[in-house]
């Protein structure tokens, strides 16, 4: 399967300007590859970099050095020097990102959170809404819910609907960052399963994991980022 | 993956600069927006942005530097070589701009509807009929009643108001949106669904928008990229969820550590 | 006694070119508001002075002069502005429309056509048709140089959302030659159709607001109104009691004080010419009518 996704040396540190120019070194000299349809787990301890390293894949953060290259025509994107309006076009057709936490715009109901970005897309407001509530449905959210702004879900609803969210587009590459941290064991099986799912139609996979019985479930490989150990 | 960013930007800004005799308005500003682009550019009072925002629709001109637009035909065009006529046609057709005051925005002497139908009547629209219709239409999509076509201004409330500066804007079906701090000065929740409306519309409608704000929150719900200013500069820019999170320069880390937690 | 001695009708010659400069640019440019040094006049602003100097600029020995107001030969205003000229231009004057050369009016059009040999003046108040919208003149002049007559439509679409149709009845807008839009003065919305393609060539004079504008002999000049909501040239129903006439333009008058009325042409000469070409007609008896 040809290679989706490539980091090669990425390197991040935090100035903190207001504490004086402190320089927090975040990662260094990263280095990995993911393919289509394979699932790459970020493993190391807490604090190493791992939610950071996909927040510099999707460009919400910006690395000091490195490249992170995307898809399989050439001359392939670098995510670390591409702009704005390139990055924007490559969130709605490339990347997505399921976040450890749920972004709520207030008073958005739950099915709309869900369908935006396939309507981003294109997709018509009717269809995107009957396949957001599919999805809903397969990870337990009931429909009395769907009409309701998720700011007041738990912490595991907001997360089910965080998920829908990510996995509802077609995209080539997910990032997923605790995609199951909040979860009962029935719905951590919902979310393995959909993963699964995800692989087996060519989607290149990375994923911040904590637990190691689902880092079996879904782990293609595992990166292990004490190998890249930041200088301190 | 096919480059499909073959299109021309919607709106260019070209070492846009701006003083007032020895006073700077704002100094060397550039940038791209495309269609479908929605800007936030930030700052605290007396950054430059509103200068910047009445450069763009030309109600004040250049001290150097140009503002370049892309026409309805394709052809890219320096503003200030535009006509007086001309632009005032674009300001009416292809442009909106929303003011801070909805008071500024609209004519308080004169009904709901026809503030609605006004620039339609402007462009030659000459059927009373289906100017009301395009009116009522309008005013249903800001969330307005109807019922309220022929009431005056001056008895809506202020987020009513607001919505109905709107509505006068996007009847002509505008390409790019300017607007000045469009929810400042409203109550909280009345905030929340002006913004749930802007959002909503500049998504349906696919507007460029350029959006003048103090308030980051407001700039992350609303825009894509932004652009921060101060004293006149562009300090940062960027995707508005990295600049956001991720802030490089002293200046920016310094806005977004001063946003006071919900 | 020392009679005071005027220059032909009361201006002098160079203020009677610089306004004589002032109309061909007017004519040049039809519906437009040329600018012109009003000059003051022996009688207050809101009489008519600027109809009084178009006349005066215009009038040669040889004219004959006819001057109404309201339609009426007979009023105060008519009576001294005629005796006015007659003093400072000693032309002949007369009440018929038919036989005048000049014809200086407020607020009403005759009901005779005009030919080619005459010209009609106005008394026009307020000349911007866009100033109770827009009190700015910097504004109301952009809009005219760039023809954005928006808001004279809104103003419109008011009327009919407010009232179901254009309330408008008298300084009914019109757009001439399809470029500017002009005040008619207040003149009925009945009289606007005589303006388009008059033979006869149609001056205005605002004095207080020194402005003259003009509509060229058979010019185009249409009401504005909305395609479902045509303009309608209303009119009382009903005919002359002196003349029998029901294509004029009628006045009500109030006959005594228990709500009796009636209602007679307001061209005073379009009736007594009517009435003396079928023959002598009876007054309604009890009628007071000004002679």
Redesign the interface.
């Known amino acids: 399967m040809p290679v989706a996704l490539e980091l090669i040396t990425v390197s991040k540190s ?5 504490q004086g120019g402190l320089r927090l070194p975040v990662v260094e000299g990263i280095t990995f590859s993911v393919r289509s349809g394979e699932c790459v787990v970020l493993a190391g301890r807490s604090g190493i970099g791992k939610s950071s390293i996909l ?1 510099m894949i999707f ?4 690395c000091d050095a490195g490249q992170i290259l ?4 050439t001359p392939r ?1 670098d995510v670390a020097t591409a702009s ?6 490559l969130r709605k ?2 990347i997505g990102y399921v976040s450890q936490f749920l972004r709520a ?4 109901p739950a099915i709309d959170v869900v369908a935006e970005p396939l ?2 897309s294109g997709c018509s407001r009717e269809d995107s809404r009957a396949r957001a509530a599919d999805l809903l449905h397969r990870l337990n959210i009931p429909e009395s819910l769907r009409s309701v702004p998720p700011a007041t879900f738990s912490g595991g609803e907001q997360q089910r609907v965080n998920i829908a969210r990510g996995f509802l587009p077609d995209l080539p590459v997910l990032l997923l960052d605790e995609p199951t941290a909040s979860l009962d064991a029935e719905n951590c099986a919902v979310v393995t399963g959909l993963i699964a799912e995800k692989k087996k139609r060519g989607t290149a996979i990375v994923a911040v994991v904590h637990d190691d019985t689902i880092r079996g479930r879904i782990a293609d490989s595992v990166v292990d980022l004490a190998q890249f150990a930041t200088a301190a | 993956m096919t480059d499909t960013l073959q299109e021309e930007p919607l709106l260019i800004a070209e070492g846009l600069s701006k003083s007032y005799g020895r006073q700077l308005g704002c100094r060397d500003v550039s940038f791209e927006l495309y269609e479908g682009e929605a800007m936030a550019v930030v700052g605290e009072s007396g950054s430059g942005k509103t200068t910047l925002l009445n450069l763009l629709s030309t109600q004040i001109a250049p001290t150097a530097g140009r503002v370049l637009y892309r026409m309805r035909d394709g052809v890219t065009r320096d503003l200030a070589a535009l006509g007086e006529a001309e632009c005032r046609l674009l300001a009416r057709t292809d442009w909106g701009f929303v003011h801070q005051d909805p008071a500024m925005g609209l004519r308080m002497g004169v009904s709901a509807g026809a503030n609605v139908g006004e620039r339609l009547m402007a462009v030659g629209w000459r059927h009373y009929g289906r100017i009301r219709g395009s009116a009522t239409n309008w005013l249903h999509r800001v969330e307005i009643d109807p019922a309220r076509i022929d009431d005056m201004p001056v008895t809506y409330s202020g987020g009513m108001r607001q919505r109905l500066q709107v509505a006068r804007n996007l009847v002509t079906q505008p390409r790019l949106m300017l607007m000045d701090e469009p929810t400042g000065g409203l109550d909280v929740s009345v905030q929340a669904r002006l913004l749930d409306l802007l959002r909503g519309l500049t998504a349906d409608l696919e507007l460029s928008v350029v959006l003048v704000t103090h308030d980051l929150a407001v700039a992350r719900l609303l825009s894509h990229r932004i652009m921060v200013m101060r004293d006149g500069e562009v300090i940062e820019a960027g995707l508005t969820d990295q600049v956001l999170d991720d802030p490089q320069e002293p200046y920016t880390q310094l806005l977004v550590a001063s946003i006071l937690p919900p | 006694m020392n009679a005071p001695v005027y220059n032909f009708a009361y201006l002098d010659e160079q203020t009677k070119r610089m306004i004589r400069r002032a109309i061909l640019k007017a004519v040049a440019i039809p519906g437009y508001q040329v600018p012109f040094a009003s000059r003051e006049m022996p009688m207050p602003y809101g009489w008519g002075t600027g109809g009084v100097q178009v006349t005066a600029s215009i009038l040669g020995p040889d004219d004959v002069l006819k001057v109404i107001d309201q339609g009426s030969d007979d009023t105060t205003n008519a009576v001294s502005i005629r005796n006015f000229f007659i003093k400072t231009a000693g032309v002949r004057t007369t009440t018929s429309t038919g036989d005048a050369t000049v014809i200086q009016t407020r607020h009403r059009i005759p009901e005779a056509a005009l030919g080619e040999h005459q010209i009609l003046v106005f008394q026009v108040p307020i000349p911007e048709p866009l100033r109770f919208l827009e009190p700015r003149e910097t504004e109301t002049r952009r809009m005219h140089a760039l023809a954005d007559y928006g808001l004279m439509h809104v103003k419109l679409y008011e009327d009919i959302a407010r009232h179901g149709h254009i309330a408008t009845t008298y300084a009914y807008p019109v757009k001439v030659d399809g470029r500017y839009v002009m005040d008619p003065s207040p003149t009925p919305k009945f009289d606007n159709p005589k303006m388009s393609n008059c033979a006869a060539l149609q001056l205005f004079g605002a004095g207080r607001e020194k402005r003259v504008y003009a509509i060229p002999p058979h010019t185009g000049v249409e009401s504005l109104d909305f395609e479902d909501h045509p303009f309608e040239r209303y009119r009382l129903d009903g005919t002359c009691a002196f003349c029998g006439a029901n294509d004029s333009f009628l006045d009500e008058v109030i006959t005594d004080d228990r709500g009796g009325r009636m209602f007679v042409c307001s061209d005073t000469d379009y009736c007594e010419t009517r009435r003396s070409q079928s023959g002598a007609a009876e007054t309604r008896a009890g009628a007071s009518v000004p002679r």
């Open positions: 935090f100035t903190m300007h207001l927040k460009g919400s953060y910006r995307i898809g399989d025509c994107t704005p309006r390139r990055l924007l076009a057709t490339t715009v207030p008073r958005v309507l981003g």
